[in-house]
């Protein structure tokens, strides 16, 4: 959201991106864990990428952070807390 931000910064300050190029920046600044969204995209076919857009690439981003994060956790957290609660009662 960050990088939208300063994109619309930047459209006010008379520089306009392209959608595809800003696209591609994104890409290349997600983090190494996001790189699946990277590799899909590898696989898209060059007439669709000409009509990338940020918004796209960043609901793959969210997509694969939430499913990372329900993965690695498994919902253990709260059980472990209530585990400890019920030990110190």
Known sequence: MKMLSHFTYLKDAGFDFPAPMQTMIILCKLPPTMEVVAQILSQTSPNEIKNLKPEGIIKAAML??????????????????????????
């Not at 694969?64 to 009662?89: D, I, M, V």
């Open 64 to 89: 694969s952070f939430e499913q990372k994060g329900t993965t690695r956790g498994g919902g253990k957290g709260p059980q472990a807390n209530k585990h400890c609660e019920a030990q110190a009662g």
